[in-house]
């Protein structure tokens, strides 16, 4: 299948690996990398600009198909070392990176002047034309349904992709509630040149995560989400666990004196336990509503095929016979 973003960043499919902190390493995205879509190493999941510069060689050892990293911009006073990771990212002969959180105005110069495609993780279509202001090449527009951080204005797809098709005149891909062939499709009717998954790449069998998690998330269902950090303007959308439960029992306790520091324990620091060790109790930890559709565990490699069979299904055969 042949879009815009297949083009753009050289790829066989249009199916992108999001970046998923402790989850983003090389063999995750080596795996879909070699599967036809884009794999991505997650930057900051990487202690120092050194191991990340480790990561991505480790990636290259792996494939020799286009991957991207992920760079999260993060509003915190001791902030990553920016400058270095993305020094390592280029040093690496990395094509492709994947921005996301804060806008990455300050870095755009340095990934151009090298040549490499950067696509912005975007919660609005007013987010996603400053994106494309500043100079990215595509985005990546996610729905109120999405794992992780939905933004603050709760617009699910079926109305943001249409919107961000009006709008924008760089590619995009959906995500949020991207899962199969169906989600491809019907994304790609609304506008999007693609689709980037999150929840659904952590259940495969390259995961680099523990097998429990992925079994939490074939158990799962759509109702099985929460809403957290809604009263900080920080909403995150997480899978829930009675850590979870605690902490919004905190947010309805303070309501609107709520402090971050009043819920670190449910929040900060609590991946590795979760995704390597698999304490399933451990905290908050992104999910999507997605979770719904996820029934098995493949290799990156079957589920990548089966979604493009399912596609290429649907777009042949059930929508050309509905109009015939």
Same mark, same amino acid.
């Not at 995009?172 to 899962?179: D, E, I, N, T």
């Given at each position: 299948?042949? #879009?815009?973003?297949?083009?753009?960043?050289?790829?066989?499919?249009?199916?992108?690996?999001?970046?998923?902190? &402790?989850?983003?390493?090389?063999?995750?995205?080596?795996?879909?990398?070699?599967?036809?879509? @884009?794999?991505?190493?997650?930057?900051?999941?990487?202690?120092?600009?050194?191991? @990340?510069?480790?990561?991505?060689? =480790?990636?290259?050892?792996?494939?020799?198909? %286009?991957?991207?990293? *992920?760079? #999260?911009? @993060?509003?915190?006073?001791?902030?990553?070392?920016?400058?270095?990771?993305?020094?390592?990212?280029?040093?690496? $002969?990395?094509?492709?990176? /994947?921005?996301?959180?804060?806008?990455?105005?300050?870095?755009?110069?340095?990934?151009?002047?090298?040549?490499?495609?950067?696509?912005?993780?975007?919660?609005?279509? =007013?987010?996603?034309?400053?994106?494309?202001?500043?100079?990215?090449?595509?985005?990546?527009?996610?729905?109120?349904?999405?794992?992780?951080? %939905? $933004?603050?204005?709760?617009?699910?797809?079926?109305?943001?992709? %249409?919107?961000?098709?009006?709008?924008?005149?760089?590619?995009?891909?959906?995500? $949020?509630?991207?899962?199969?062939? =169906?989600?491809?499709?019907?994304?790609?009717?609304?506008?999007?040149?693609?689709?980037?998954?999150?929840?659904?790449?952590?259940?495969? /069998?390259?995961?680099?995560?523990?097998?429990?998690?992925?079994?939490?998330?074939?158990?799962?269902?759509?109702?099985?989400?929460?809403?957290?950090?809604?009263?900080?303007? *920080?909403?995150? =959308?997480?899978? #829930?666990?009675?850590?979870? +439960?605690?902490? @919004?029992?905190?947010?309805?306790?303070?309501?609107?004196?709520?402090?971050?520091?009043?819920?670190?324990?449910?929040?900060?620091?609590? &991946?590795?336990?979760?995704?390597?060790?698999?304490?399933?109790?451990? $905290?908050?930890?992104?999910?999507?509503?997605?979770?719904?559709?996820?029934?098995?565990?493949?290799?990156? +490699?079957?589920?990548?095929?089966?979604?493009?069979?399912?596609?290429?299904?649907?777009?042949?055969?059930?929508?050309?016979?509905?109009?015939?």
């Amino acid at each position: 299948m042949k #879009t815009e973003i297949t083009e753009l960043f050289g790829i066989q499919h249009p199916i992108i690996q999001g970046g998923m902190h &402790y989850v983003g390493f090389a063999e995750m995205a080596a795996a879909v990398s070699n599967a036809g879509g @884009l794999g991505t190493i997650t930057a900051l999941t990487q202690k120092t600009p050194e191991d @990340l510069a480790n990561e991505i060689a =480790r990636c290259k050892n792996m494939t020799d198909k %286009p991957f991207a990293v *992920n760079i #999260t911009f @993060l509003p915190t006073v001791n902030a990553p070392d920016y400058p270095a990771i993305v020094k390592a990212v280029i040093d690496g $002969g990395v094509r492709v990176v /994947e921005t996301a959180g804060r806008n990455p105005a300050q870095v755009m110069p340095y990934l151009k002047d090298a040549g490499i495609k950067v696509i912005h993780k975007c919660t609005s279509v =007013r987010h996603s034309l400053k994106a494309q202001e500043i100079g990215c090449d595509a985005v990546s527009v996610d729905g109120f349904e999405c794992g992780g951080h %939905p $933004g603050e204005d709760d617009v699910p797809n079926m109305i943001l992709l %249409p919107r961000a098709a009006d709008e924008l005149e760089i590619p995009f891909v959906a995500s $949020g509630g991207q899962a199969d062939g =169906r989600s491809l499709v019907a994304s790609m009717a609304m506008g999007a040149s693609g689709m980037n998954m999150g929840t659904r790449f952590i259940a495969t /069998e390259e995961a680099p995560v523990h097998q429990n998690v992925k079994d939490a998330i074939v158990a799962a269902t759509e109702l099985d989400t929460r809403l957290v950090m809604r009263p900080l303007r *920080n909403t995150e =959308r997480v899978m #829930t666990n009675d850590a979870v +439960q605690k902490l @919004l029992e905190k947010e309805r306790e303070l309501g609107h004196k709520l402090q971050f520091e009043d819920i670190i324990e449910q929040v900060a620091g609590v &991946y590795p336990r979760i995704m390597k060790d698999g304490d399933m109790e451990a $905290g908050a930890w992104s999910c999507g509503m997605v979770v719904g559709l996820i029934n098995d565990i493949p290799t990156c +490699q079957e589920l990548i095929d089966r979604i493009m069979d399912e596609a290429n299904e649907i777009i042949t055969s059930r929508l050309v016979g509905a109009v015939a």
